[in-house]
Every structure is written in C-alpha cells, then in structure tokens.
C-alpha cells in the first residue's frame, strides 16, 4: 500500500535544532495534507504542524516561530525543521499523510490515511 518512513529524531540541548524527515513510498497518485504529530506517555497525540499540497503551513501555537514545515512534492518528502527546541518538545513525533493511491491488486483508486512508525526527539535542560 503505502508506507511512510521518518528519520531525523534524536537527542539534542534546549535550544538546540533538529530536522524531522518522512517520505511516502507506494502506488501514490498524489499526497493532500502532510503532517506532524507528537505525542507523550500518557497523553492524546497532537497536531503539531501540517501543510495542504500548494497551501500555507499551520502550527499548534507552541511552535509558531520555532518550527518549520515544508514539503518536496516530487520526493512525496514532508521536513520539519525544529529550532530553539524546549524540554516540553520532548515527544514521539509522528509523520501523517491523505494520501490518493492505488491498492494492492485493484485498478482502482482510494484515499486513507497513513502513519509513520514515529521518532524520538528528546531535548534536555
């Protein structure tokens, strides 16, 4: 079907910056909204950042002026560069794509959702 891969977690200072990748691969016709989530033990998975395919970027209020999202659409390719990164930032972040595609032995088209299997980022004080 389709699969979403990220790379780019780890573990950094407060302030410091990392970058988040996560690229589709699969029978893809095309990509609507990609996006970030993050989510803490004990706590829902929340929106941190997404973007519609030609649209403006949208952030969880946490974020704005620290987090960049953009997305390469040849690569099917959403990066989230993280800067002045917070304690409170620590989180498994998971990529989400809409995604139109073509199933496994059908000549048809669907569209789902889909997940990426998550990254750690954790930033210390």
């Known amino acids: 079907q389709v699969q979403l891969v990220e790379s780019g977690g780890g573990s950094v200072q407060a302030g410091g910056s990392l970058r988040l990748s996560c690229t589709a691969s699969?029978?893809?016709?095309?990509?609507?909204?990609m996006g970030w989530y993050r989510q803490v033990p004990g706590k829902q998975r929340e929106s941190v950042a997404s973007?519609?395919?030609?649209?403006?970027?949208n952030y969880v209020d946490s974020v704005k002026g620290r987090f960049t999202i953009s997305r390469d659409n040849a690569k099917n390719t959403v990066y989230l560069q993280m800067a002045s990164l917070k304690p409170e930032d620590t989180a498994v972040y998971y990529c989400?794509?809409?995604?139109?595609?073509?199933?496994?032995?059908?000549?048809?088209?669907?569209?789902?959702?889909?997940w990426g299997q998550g990254t750690q980022v954790t930033v210390h004080s």
């Open positions: 973007i519609i395919s030609g649209g403006s970027p």
């Open positions: 989400n794509a809409d995604v139109t595609y073509r199933p496994r032995g059908s000549f048809l088209r669907a569209t789902g959702g889909f």
């Open positions: 699969g029978s893809i016709f095309s990509i609507n909204v």
